[in-house]
């Protein structure tokens, strides 16, 4: 958003499910939602060596969900933590390119959350437009919509997998595998997210 745990780029899906769970804005009579970026993380997993496992995220997060249904999430990739200093340095050169962020967008029907209660959940699939260093990925995700109050909505997604070469970045874990002296790193990324969304103005 790198992507396997800390080498791979697989970050920008994780951004397309970003967008997904946006989705639950329409709720509510608040004109606009917007991303409390403190409560809300991407994560994603990469696999090296073919047996070690890493979780990495993103803190970075910031969006907003206007009152005609049109999503738009931002993905801080200077934000990218994988828990190992120099392989946070080594994915925003090699990987980002030193790219400031990645962005999803997709756009709701708000109508179908108005009747959505506190302490109700709802799941519903949603289409993202990924755009990440020039490429645009089509995300397609599944997320889940849960009321916590008048103003606050949680929204978490079912895991998503995102492929290097889709994010044009194999080369950037191709270096990274060459530097820290791995014979492979996956080429496909499992991402997920937790995004909470307050309501702004008058409320429901």
């Known amino acids: 958003m790198g992507y396997k745990l800390w080498e791979n780029p697989m970050n920008k899906s994780m951004m397309t499910l970003a967008a997904f769970g946006i989705a639950f804005a329409g709720m509510a009579s608040a004109e606009t939602w ?3 970026g403190s409560a809300s993380q991407m994560s994603f997993g990469s696999v090296k060596k073919d047996v070690i496992g890493e979780v990495h ?47 999803l967008t997709t756009s709701l029907d ?7 209660k506190v302490g109700g959940m709802t799941a519903m699939d949603i ?21 916590l109050g008048e ?3 949680l929204v978490t997604s079912d895991m ?3 492929s290097t070469e889709e994010l ?7 270096k990274l595998m060459e530097l820290a002296d791995l014979p492979g790193i ?19």
């Open 168 to 174: 044009e970045v194999d080369s950037g874990i191709d």
């Open 160 to 162: 998503v997998y995102v």
């Open 34 to 36: 917007t991303l409390d």
């Open 57 to 103: 995220h993103f803190n970075g997060l910031s969006g907003s969900v206007d009152e005609d249904g049109a999503v738009s999430i931002d993905i801080n990739l200077a934000s990218v933590e994988t828990y190992i200093d120099i392989r946070n340095a080594r994915i925003l050169e090699h990987v980002f390119k030193f790219a400031p962020s990645a962005t």
């Open 127 to 147: 289409d993202g437009d990924l755009r990440f260093l020039g490429a645009e990925i089509y995300v397609p995700a599944q997320v889940l919509v849960a009321r």
């Open 110 to 116: 708000m109508d179908s959350f108005d009747d959505l």
């Open 151 to 153: 103003d606050t909505v």
């Open 186 to 204: 996956t080429r496909t990324v499992p991402v997920s997210v937790r995004l909470v969304f307050i309501a702004d103005g008058k409320g429901a």
